[in-house]
């Protein structure tokens, strides 16, 4: 059974830096692609960034130049640094991993339980 477990969110000052990891594992023969969602309290759940087996990435607007995700293949474990952090960028973040089990099966979408992150003085 695969399981993905996140770590690194917590209470950081406006302009602080954290580093958020999850880690996927159990059975799998591959993982494409990884992705960040947030959600925010009455709020959607929303894509932060995403990034593929081969490294492409993708970032919604408000994160550009702030945030970076990056991947561990060997590890199946997907990373969100996030730099500048801004009192808008408070929410529960999700780690979102499609996952195939073995070599031409199909693909099964797993997240993480979620991590807070509040950004407060």
């Known amino acids: 059974q695969v399981q993905l477990v996140e770590s690194g969110g917590g209470l950081v000052q406006p302009g602080g830096s954290l580093r958020l990891s999850c880690a996927a594992s159990?059975?799998?023969?591959?993982?494409?692609?990884m992705a960040w969602y947030r959600q925010a309290p009455g709020n959607q759940r929303d894509l932060v960034a995403h990034?593929?087996?081969?490294?492409?990435?993708e970032y919604t607007d408000s994160v550009k130049g702030r945030f970076t995700i990056s991947r561990d293949n060997a590890k199946n474990t997907v990373y969100l640094q996030m730099n500048s952090l801004r009192p808008e960028d408070t929410a529960v973040y999700y780690c979102y991993a499609n996952i195939r089990y073995f070599s031409g099966g199909r693909t099964y979408q797993h997240w993480g339980q979620g991590t807070q992150v509040t950004v407060s003085s």
């Open positions: 159990g059975s799998i023969f591959s993982i494409d692609p």
């Open positions: 990034i593929t087996a081969g490294g492409s990435t």
